[in-house]
Every structure is written in C-alpha cells, then in structure tokens.
C-alpha cells in the first residue's frame, strides 16, 4: 500500500514510522493555484495546489502566525494575508535574502485522498494544565464559559481536565449567562463554580453575574483571557484595563504574571472567594497559558488552608437575648437569605417558643409554606399573613436578613438581629441586641440555654390559620377573575404550586412574574433561586441551567417574563445541547409590564415598554426542544404537567394579562 508520493519537488517515503498520516481533504477538492488551510491530528496545514502539484507547509506564518491557507498563490509564491510575507509552496523558503520560513510536510495522494504526515502530536504540560489542575483539587469542578482569541491555552486546558473526568464545562452563548449560571451554582450548593471568557467583550459581559455573587455574598471564580504582555498598556486590540475592570467587582484578583506562583495565585483565588464570600478573578495574558508548566508541580494542597469557621454568640449578648425572648407575647422570627441551609434549627427555635416565622423574598421557601407557624414572605413580593404577624409582633428576632428595603422590616418593633457579618448587625438602624454568630450556633446555644422559657401560645397558632384561611379567600378570589386579555397570575401559581415536585429547584427572574410569584406560589420544600439583591432582569434561565449542572437530580424550572429571558434567549440552545430538562413557565405580557406600571404610578406615560415577541413555544421547538402555547385558564394545567414531565427543554409559554398580577 506505500509508495512514493506524487508531488513536485520532494519525494517521501510512505512508509514513515515517526509520522502520523491524516486524511486531510478529498482528492480534486482544491483547484488549481489555490491555497486552503486543513488539519492533521491537531496540526493545521496550508495546503497548496500550485498548477497541479500538491504541497504542504506549515499554516503558522513565520512573521506573526498569520493564517497561510487564507492567503493566495502569486507569481509562484504563498503569499501570507497579513502582511504578505512570501514562502515557496515547496520548501517553505522565503525568497533570497529573507531568513524566513515555515516547515514543509510530506504529502501522498491516496485513492481516499490526501493525506498529510505530522509528528505525533505529544504533549508537554502546561502552565495552564497546571492550575487547571490546582482547581479541580480545590473542588472548583463546574465552569462556563466561551472559548475564544486569547483564552485557548487555558481552554485546552480544562479540555484535557474534562476528558479525565476532572470537570464538566458548559459552553454557553453569552458570558453574561456564564457568570449567573455560576452564581445561582454557588447560591443553590454553597460551592464555587468558574466563569471562563476572553479578554475586553468576553470578560466585561461577565461583569453583571459577578455583581449578583458579589451583592448576593456568593463565591465564584472568573477566569479571563488577556492580550500578550508584550502588547499590553497602550490599548491594543480587544485590550480592557481587567485588573481596574474588576477590581469594584471582586474580593480579590490578580493577574498571572509567570509561573512561579501561578498555582497559588489558583489557590488563593478559590480560597479569597470561599472564605470572603464572593467573587475572585484570575487574569492570564495569553502567552502565560501557554508556558511550559513549573518543575516540580507546586504543592497546594486544600487541606490546611480553608479553617472552618463557627462563630459563637458572646455570653451576655446571649443573655440579653434571653431576657427579651423571655419577655415577649408575640414574638416573630424573620428568616434571610442568611439563613438558607439553617431550617430545621430555626423551626425547633420558633417551635420551642411558638413564633410565627416570615422570610424576605431571597429566603421564600427557607420553611414550607404549610407548616403551622409558617407566614409566607414580607414586603413587596409578600403576603397579608406575614406583614400582619410582623406589624404586630412585640419583638423580632432575625436571622440572616440585610434589611433590604424591599421588605420593609419594622424598624420600630424590638429586635435581636442575628448575624455572621459583624457589618450587618445593625447597619441601618440600631437594634436592641446585635447578636454575632452563626445562625445553627446560636439557635443551638438558645436552645440549650435552661433560661429559654417554652412557649405554648394556642391563640397565636390559631390566629397563623385563620389569616391564611382569610388569604387563601382571597387567592380564589383572584383566580376567578376573568381577564380582557391574557390569563392572571394567581391562576397560574396555584396550578404551579399543585404541580411542581416538592423539592424542586425554581430559579426566578426580575419583574411582574416574580412579584406574583412570591405572592402567589405556596412552597413545600422547594428551593428558590434568584438575582436578590442586584435584582438583574435574564437572570432566571441561566440560572437554572447552574443549577441543573449542581447535578442534584431535583427537577429544576425557571420562570421569568418575555422581557427577562429575551436577554438570554439564545441560552435555550445551550440546555438543548446539554441536554437539560428545564422546564421555563414564561409569562408573556408583550411588554415590560413592571415598568408600565412604574411609569403610571409616577404619572407619566407609558413609554417603550411594548416587546415585539417570537412565539415562545414555537421557538422552542426549533431549538430541538418542546414548548406549547397557553392562551386559556382551562389549558393551563395540562401545559404545566406536559412541561414538567418532559425530558428535553421545555417552554410552557403562558399569555398572561398585564393588569393582572
Ligand atoms: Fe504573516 Fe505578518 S503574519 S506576514
């Protein structure tokens, strides 16, 4: 089957065992005196087609890598398309007094087609191997990201990571969506995940989904591409100031400047964004990706370097705890975001001394709706039940809350503000007992403190029912609505809230939906994600694509309005591809339906709030997943379960009436 190769100037002998050979492309497929880049293994070759004589040269021009196959064939030379260097087609020779040249490859002509020897293709570890790997040992096993210009030595990187099974990567369509998927990530399991982007677009388009960990106390790591040092400062090609560019944005950032302590500033980056709570970015100029990695691989290990924290509430602060908690009639527990992970501590509390227990919005679903001193949320997205038990309460005591005024915590009602953040306690207002602490550790010293006097209050419990007997009226109430245009939302969330597995994971989005959905939608034991204190619109889809990579088996849904998951709407193709069952309830208005109603309680017109939608069902179908179309209250159920029970991305697109929500 060897032979000798027919190509003009340089015979080689087939027969090469140090060479590769790769079908490169069909034969006649290049016309005459054309050139065409084409690849062998992970070589990429110019292909040259010089008056019937095929040749092969190396497709990285010498002055500065430009593409030779893009370029063209004059006067019997390939000539570059940057900047015209010249080199034969044959031996790769700049013409004479240039030192210049590029390698040439041996070439056969097959019966199957042309084929091209290359060395086999052996890898040398890199500087990015290395801590890719010093991220996968910390735990940091989930990234998304976009490949591109200026971050393709790190890519191939965690490529290498991904095929040993060290880490999953998801390529998404925008960085932004990248950067949220991170963050809901990290909001739903407590664990860091990466974003990954290029240098100036790329790193910059991840600058909203930081902001979200970063005000929402999350950690996340950012890894970005940059320009080559050797380039940077006078403000060259896709160059953006990273270092000033994220600095407001992160705990901690560096940029990676050589391989010396390139794996620490890895392990301090993981380490900056668990301990501090937020995000951490490493900067790598391109040519730093691409440096041989460091003999011997640094050591830097976990272990030794996270200290686990538990902070304890000071004695007499407790005391003066006790005191109030003793002294109250009606005392109530408001729960945080703060105190996500901490349920079952803050029922034994409420419990032991019979509090009605209200959440903010970020903590919606921190205690089921149904459990008997359950009050459902506070403030704008809230219920009558919980600001009624709140409004009247003589004393709060709260965990995890940032006072947002979003929710509207009574400030002239007594409170013990419990709190890790020593910045939180007390922030706005003084309190009468900021109590330093973690929220299980203090609840645990509470409880066994002798002093805690048990409570029965019957009349309380009684009273939790009757309001929500007198607010579950109301629901029906507003369910029975007949809407001009669209369906209402309380028909929605009740039919939602029948159906959504107990345990779901339900990422929520910004505007009209959300509000309703806080109001209307009575948790089991379902987790709620959402952009709390940044509040960005498109959080919702990308969102639940981080929480479906969290790998839990929960079902996850996402619900946002037509103008939130239009910021993202190209990330459906991104959970086609991965294969992810979300189910998205998108309530469809045909307008910004929140600002609507803003500009009209300011008495101003409504302006540029109209959207000019796709049909969302429809959309999803030609993504490769499933979708329907809601238009009447008798459908919506059947949608839901149709929705819900699917196995490919899943739109249940409902037409909902702006005035009513
Ligand atoms: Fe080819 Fe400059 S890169 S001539």
């Given at each position: 089957?060897?032979?000798?190769?027919?190509?003009?100037g340089?015979t080689?002998?087939?027969?090469?065992?140090?060479k590769?050979?790769?079908?490169v492309?069909?034969?006649?497929s290049l016309?005459?005196?054309?050139?065409?880049?084409?690849t062998a293994?992970?070589?990429?070759i110019?292909?040259?087609?010089?008056e019937?004589?095929?040749t092969a040269?190396?497709n990285r021009?010498?002055h500065?890598?430009?593409?030779l196959?893009?370029?063209?064939l004059?006067?019997?030379?390939?000539?570059?398309p940057w900047?015209?260097?010249?080199?034969?087609p044959v031996?790769g020779?700049?013409?004479?007094g240039?030192?210049?040249r590029?390698?040439?490859?041996?070439?056969e002509i097959?019966?199957n087609g042309i084929?091209v020897?290359?060395?086999?293709a052996?890898?040398?570890?890199?500087?990015a191997d290395?801590?890719?790997?010093?991220?996968?040992d910390?735990?940091?096993n989930?990234?998304?990201?976009?490949v591109?210009h200026s971050?393709?030595?790190?890519?191939?990187?965690?490529?290498?990571?991904?095929?040993?099974?060290r880490?999953r990567?998801?390529?998404?369509?925008?960085?932004?969506?990248?950067a949220?998927a991170?963050?809901?990530y990290?909001?739903?399991?407590?664990?860091?995940a990466a974003?990954f982007?290029i240098?100036?677009?790329?790193?910059?388009?991840?600058i909203?989904?930081?902001w979200?960990?970063n005000?929402d106390?999350?950690?996340?790591?950012a890894?970005?591409?940059?320009?080559?040092?050797?380039?940077?400062?006078?403000?060259?090609?896709q160059?953006?100031?990273?270092?000033?560019?994220?600095?407001?944005?992160?705990?901690?950032?560096q940029?990676v400047?050589g391989s010396?302590?390139?794996?620490?500033l890895?392990?301090?980056?993981?380490?900056h964004?668990?301990v501090?709570?937020?995000?951490t970015?490493?900067i790598?100029?391109?040519?730093?990706q691409?440096?041989?990695?460091?003999?011997?691989?640094?050591?830097?290990p976990?272990?030794g370097?996270?200290?686990l924290?538990?902070i304890?509430?000071?004695?007499?602060?407790l005391q003066?705890?006790?005191?109030?908690?003793n002294?109250?009639?009606?005392?109530?527990?408001?729960c945080?975001?703060?105190?996500a992970g901490?349920?079952?501590?803050?029922?034994?509390f409420?419990?032991?001394?019979?509090a009605?227990?209200?959440t903010?919005?970020k903590?919606?679903?921190?205690?089921p709706?149904?459990?008997?001193?359950?009050?459902?949320v506070l403030?704008?997205?809230g219920?009558?039940?919980?600001s009624?038990?709140?409004g009247?309460a003589?004393?709060?005591i709260?965990?995890?809350?940032?006072?947002?005024?979003?929710?509207?915590?009574?400030?002239?009602?007594?409170t013990?503000q419990?709190d890790r953040?020593r910045?939180t306690l007390?922030?706005?207002?003084p309190?009468e007992?900021?109590?330093?602490?973690?929220?299980?550790?203090?609840i645990?010293?509470?409880?066994a403190?002798?002093?805690?006097?048990?409570?029965a209050?019957?009349?309380l419990?009684?009273?939790i029912?009757?309001r929500?007997?007198?607010w579950?009226?109301e629901?029906?109430r507003?369910?029975a609505?007949?809407?001009?245009?669209?369906?209402?939302?309380?028909?929605?969330?009740e039919?939602l809230?029948?159906?959504?597995?107990?345990?779901?994971i339900?990422?929520?989005?910004?505007?009209n939906?959300?509000y309703?959905?806080?109001r209307?939608?009575?948790?089991?034991e379902?987790t709620?994600l959402?952009?709390g204190?940044l509040?960005?619109?498109?959080?919702g889809?990308p969102?639940?694509?981080?929480?479906?990579?969290?790998?839990?088996?929960?079902?996850?849904?996402?619900?946002?309005?037509?103008?939130?998951?239009?910021?993202y709407?190209?990330e459906?193709t991104t959970?086609?591809?991965y294969s992810?069952p979300?189910?998205l309830?998108?309530?469809?208005?045909?307008?910004l339906?929140k600002?609507?109603?803003?500009?009209?309680?300011?008495?101003?017109?409504?302006?540029?709030?109209?959207l000019?939608?796709?049909?969302?069902?429809?959309?999803?179908?030609?993504c490769?997943?499933?979708?329907i179309?809601v238009?009447?209250p008798?459908?919506?159920?059947?949608?839901?379960?149709?929705g819900?029970?699917?196995?490919?991305p899943?739109?249940v697109?409902?037409l909902?009436?702006p005035?009513l929500?």
């Open positions: 089957m060897f032979g000798l190769a027919q190509c003009r340089l080689f002998r087939m027969a090469n065992n140090t590769q050979w790769h079908r492309a069909d034969l006649n016309p005459d005196n054309r050139v065409r880049t084409v293994g992970t070589q990429q110019c292909l040259v087609n010089h019937g004589a095929l040269l190396d021009c010498a500065q890598g430009g593409p196959g893009e370029g063209q004059e006067d019997g030379w390939v000539i570059c900047h015209a260097y010249q080199y034969d031996t020779k700049a013409p004479e240039f030192e210049d590029v390698d040439p490859y041996p070439i097959r019966q084929f020897g290359v060395e086999p052996t890898h040398q570890a890199t500087l290395q801590v890719v790997t010093v991220m996968t910390w735990g940091v989930v990234v998304f990201g976009m591109g971050n393709l030595g790190l890519a191939d990187a965690m490529r290498r990571a991904e095929s040993d099974g880490l990567y998801y390529g998404i369509r925008h960085e932004g969506a990248a949220f991170a963050s809901a990290a909001k739903l399991t407590g664990k860091t974003c982007a240098a100036g677009p790329g790193a910059t388009n991840m909203t989904g930081m979200d960990a005000v106390n999350v950690p996340l790591l890894l970005v591409g940059q320009v080559n040092t050797q380039i940077m400062g006078p403000g060259t090609f160059e953006v100031d990273l270092h000033s560019a994220l600095k407001p944005v992160t705990r901690w950032q940029v400047l010396q302590n390139a794996s620490d890895m392990a301090l980056a993981i380490k964004a668990e501090e709570h937020g995000p970015a490493l790598f100029p391109d040519e730093m691409h440096l041989p990695a460091r003999e011997p691989q640094p050591e830097t976990r272990v370097r996270v200290p924290v538990t304890a509430p000071p004695k007499d602060e003066r705890a006790l005191e109030l908690l002294a109250a009639k009606r005392p109530t527990i408001v945080g975001q703060g105190a901490f349920k079952d501590d803050v029922l034994r409420a419990e032991k001394i019979t009605p227990v209200v903010t919005f903590a919606k679903g921190l205690v709706d149904s459990h008997p001193l359950a009050c459902g403030g704008r997205s219920i009558p039940v919980a009624t038990m709140m009247t003589d004393l709060l709260t965990f995890g809350t940032s006072f947002s005024v979003h929710t509207g915590i009574a400030e002239y009602i007594p013990i419990v953040d910045m007390g922030k706005f207002h309190v007992v900021p109590l330093w602490g973690d929220i299980g550790v203090t645990e010293q509470l409880l403190d002798e002093h805690l006097a048990p409570q209050r019957p009349r419990r009684e009273e029912s009757t929500w007997g007198k579950r009226k629901k029906e507003r369910r609505e007949q809407p001009t245009t669209g369906l209402n939302s309380a028909s929605i969330f039919a809230g029948n159906l959504a597995p107990a345990d779901a339900i990422a929520v989005d910004v505007g939906n959300t309703s959905f806080g209307y939608f009575e948790c089991k379902q709620i959402m952009s204190y509040g960005s619109i498109g959080f889809f969102a639940a694509m981080g929480a479906w990579s969290a790998g839990t088996g929960r079902k996850v849904i996402a619900v946002a309005g037509d103008g939130g998951f239009g910021q709407l190209a459906f959970a086609v591809r992810m979300i189910t309830v998108l309530l469809n208005n045909s307008q339906g600002i609507s109603k803003e500009f009209e309680a300011d008495h101003m017109e409504v302006w540029q709030t109209d000019t939608n796709p049909d969302f069902a429809a959309y999803a179908k030609l490769g997943g499933d979708g179309r238009t009447a008798e459908q919506i159920e059947d949608a839901l379960k149709k819900l029970n699917s196995d490919k899943f739109i697109e409902i909902t009436d005035l929500i």
